[in-house]
């Protein structure tokens, strides 16, 4: 099973840029990388994903090393809405049900003024 | 247009009792997953169904917890002689097609207490 690992806490200043990472110690070469976030008893929340290259959305980037071992998701200008619980997670290799999402489990950040 | 819909939103229930869990995917949503958070902790997996396909029971953690789907619509998940350890957030998400490609759109929840 896939093996992600996330720092379990981290600050940010309101309007600086949030670096979040994360560690994909097992995953293969066509396992995909998505980040989720959870603000407090909502289901999480769709932010980014991507495979190989970087990606960038209105919400958030996401860069993914060569080597694929690990991700950073970056929020560039941190607000205090953004404080909440950040998942990375990975699809499944293959077989039936390659779609499924395996997370770390979760980074809460702090946005604080 | 409407989201995942979960219900009941809270269940509060004794030890012993069988509970069923409703979701209600988005419309034309092939794919529907089940997962559960437990306090503090991160999403696991539970089940996955595809259209027709036999689903992929390989995340029910006991032959306790068992889950139907009616074609590509709604599905219920129930879990028979509850247990304190059942106590969790029961998450259903669903995706366009189940593809690594498709992000998944997940529910509310069902914030199950077992006393």
């Known amino acids: 099973d896939a093996k992600t690992t996330q720092p379990p806490s981290m600050d940010c200043a309101e309007g600086r840029a949030a670096n979040l990472p994360c560690n994909h110690s097992?995953?293969?070469?066509?396992?995909?990388v998505y980040w989720y976030r959870q603000i407090h008893s909502q289901g999480p929340q769709y932010i980014i994903h991507?495979?190989?290259n970087n990606e960038t959305n209105e919400m958030a980037s996401l860069i993914i090393t060569e080597d694929r071992k690990s991700s950073t998701l970056i929020l560039p200008h941190a607000t205090l809405r953004d404080t909440a619980v950040y998942y990375c997670?990975?699809?499944?290799?293959?077989?039936?049900?390659?779609?499924?999402?395996?997370f770390g489990q979760g980074t809460i950040l702090t946005v604080h003024p | 247009g409407a989201g995942v819909s979960q219900s009941p939103s809270n269940k509060v229930t004794e030890k012993g009792k069988d509970v069923e869990l409703r979701c209600d995917p988005i419309?034309?949503?092939?794919?529907l997953y089940w997962y559960r958070q437990r306090l503090g902790q991160g999403l696991e997996f539970l089940i996955y169904?595809?259209?027709?396909?036999?689903?992929?029971k390989s995340g029910l953690p006991s032959d306790r917890f068992s889950a139907e789907r009616t074609g590509e619509s709604v599905s219920t998940l129930t879990i028979q002689r509850t247990q304190q350890e059942d106590s969790a957030v029961y998450l259903c998400?669903?995706?366009?097609?189940?593809?690594?490609?498709?992000?998944?759109?997940f529910g509310p929840g069902t914030r199950l207490t077992v006393l």
């Open positions: 998400a669903s995706s366009p097609t189940g593809a690594p490609y498709n992000e998944q759109f």
């Open positions: 097992t995953i293969s070469g066509n396992e995909y």
């Open positions: 991507g495979l190989k």
């Open positions: 997670a990975e699809t499944n290799a293959g077989g039936t049900s390659y779609g499924k999402l395996t």
């Open positions: 419309s034309g949503h092939t794919a």
């Open positions: 169904f595809q259209g027709n396909s036999a689903p992929d």
